[in-house]
């Protein structure tokens, strides 16, 4: 158990739709991480927070958007749902930013499927 | 995106053999690190390699930082069942824009008792 939890463990939901997906980092990290994993793909970083603020940003989509909040949990907002966004979703903390090179623990994920 | 080139794709062994995965990169990483995924699991972190050449063991798992900082492997010793699964090397950089990870493509183990 990496200490990272992740909600819900499975989704499924429609084309066209949106969905929220849940991240509790591992508890004194500041640091979190949406990594999102599918076949044709592999895992690809989207996007990380640090401390409530965005800090980097990968090949996350403009209808993806995400969150940390004041308690330093995250949320991961997917919308207008396309078939090719069925994946696993990946939150990963870690203690800091990134200034100095720091472990990232990875949660159990979501996985999401769009039909 | 960029990946980092990982080989083998999958390895199929007999228990008790030893195994050898590497992975490539085109630019410089300042730290390598090894997962290993289980089905419906996150990756779970193996090793992390922080210094060019560096060589570290965990237990069965040696791995190694090459000297180029472009490069790592992945050796596990004495296969055993439970070795089964998808193991991603993963290169970070130092830099003020974030520390992401970026993936290779993984390698699928299989381990027959």
């Known amino acids: 158990d990496s200490g990272v939890t992740q909600t819900p463990k499975h989704l499924i939901t429609a084309t066209g739709q949106r969905v929220t997906l849940r991240c509790s980092p591992r508890?004194?990290?500041?640091?979190v991480y949406w990594y999102q994993q599918s076949l044709d793909q592999g895992l690809q970083f989207l996007i990380q927070y640090y401390n409530g603020e965005e800090r980097a940003k990968g090949n996350i989509l403009e209808r993806f958007s995400a969150q940390q909040f004041p308690d330093l949990h995250s949320e991961l907002n997917l919308s207008s749902l396309e078939l090719g966004d069925s994946a696993l979703y990946f939150c990963?903390?870690?203690?800091?930013?990134?200034?100095?090179?720091?472990?990232?623990?990875f949660g159990p994920g979501t996985r999401l499927l769009v039909l | 995106g960029q990946q980092l080139n990982q080989s083998p794709q999958s390895m199929f062994i007999q228990e008790g053999e030893d195994v050898s995965m590497n992975c490539t990169s085109s630019?410089?990483?300042?730290?390598w690190l090894w997962y290993k995924q289980d089905p419906g699991e996150g990756p779970v972190l193996l090793i992390a390699?922080?210094?060019?050449?560096e060589l570290t063991s965990n237990g069965r798992l040696t791995a190694q930082f090459g000297i180029t900082r472009k490069d790592s492997f992945l050796n596990i010793s004495a296969s055993i069942p439970s070795d089964v699964g998808i193991y991603f090397c993963a290169g970070q950089r130092l830099g003020t824009s974030g520390s992401r990870l970026t993936f290779g493509e993984g390698t699928q183990l299989t381990v027959n008792p």
């Open positions: 508890s004194g990290d500041l640091s």
């Open positions: 390699l922080y210094k060019a050449g």
């Open positions: 630019s410089i990483f300042n730290t």
């Open positions: 990963a903390s870690s203690v800091a930013a990134g200034a100095i090179l720091e472990t990232q623990y």
